[in-house]
């Protein structure tokens, strides 16, 4: 089966920092996402990890730790458009279908 | 890079009746369209995998005589609601691999009313 699990929502400070966990047991893996979503908008992406370590991309992050069935989202400087829906999502093995965790919901405020 | 367009991206319907949503790739082909809905607060859930040419593959407990799948060319997958209910409400957006390193790119979803 499969079980993707995140935080629901989540509360932080204009230019802190934030850790957005996920876990995830899966019958296959071949890679996972980070999106950010919007309401009523289509999902944007911001990372991928297929191998264990840290990925960096500016004020976010991503690690990915494949024998603790383990990822979390780092977002740095944080600034009020940050607020939105993170989404993790892990990619299946063979037919390539995205499986999506539940979403944090991050609210940044002052 | 590869822009899917997906039309319409509201829509109101009376119950009973069919709405149909279509995801265009636009620069480059879709062999393969992900179909997603989305609840209020709520995550992406997958409905069925749509491969050229083929059948559809749905997902464990959706109806494939309700929500209707077809891809008949490289750039064009259809989703029909049948006989649409007020409980089919919700947010549709489809998926296309692109095979490249990002992997997917999403159109920009459909908001399904059924009054």
């Known amino acids: 089966g499969q079980n993707i699990d995140q935080p629901t929502e989540m509360t932080a400070t204009e230019g802190a920092i934030v850790q957005i966990n996920c876990t995830y047991q899966t019958s296959g893996f071949n890679g996972l996402f980070w999106y950010q979503q919007h309401a009523g908008e289509a999902p944007t992406f911001l990372s991928y990890n297929v191998l264990d370590g840290l990925e960096e991309k500016g004020r976010f992050s991503s690690f990915l730790s494949r024998s603790k069935g383990y990822s979390y989202l780092l977002l740095k400087e944080l600034q009020m458009k940050d607020s939105a829906s993170y989404l993790c999502a892990v990619r299946s093995a063979g037919g390539g279908k995205l499986i999506f965790g539940q979403g944090t919901e991050l609210s940044v405020k002052p | 890079g590869a822009v899917v367009s997906q039309h319409p991206s509201r829509v109101i319907c009376k119950s009973g009746t069919s709405v149909k949503i279509e995801c265009r790739s636009l620069d480059f082909q879709a062999t393969t369209m992900f179909w997603y809905r989305q609840f209020p607060k709520q995550s992406l859930m997958l409905m069925a995998t749509?491969?050229?040419?083929?059948?559809?593959?749905?997902e464990q407990g959706v109806e494939k005589d309700k929500f209707l799948i077809n891809h008949a060319s490289l750039t064009l997958s259809t989703l029909t609601v049948t006989s649409a209910h007020p409980e089919d409400s919700s947010f549709y957006i489809c998926?296309?691999?692109?095979?490249?390193?990002?992997?997917?790119?999403f159109g920009s979803g459909t908001r399904l009313t059924v009054v």
């Open positions: 749509s491969n050229e040419g083929s059948k559809a593959t749905y």
């Open positions: 998926s296309a691999n692109t095979g490249g390193f990002y992997g997917y790119t």
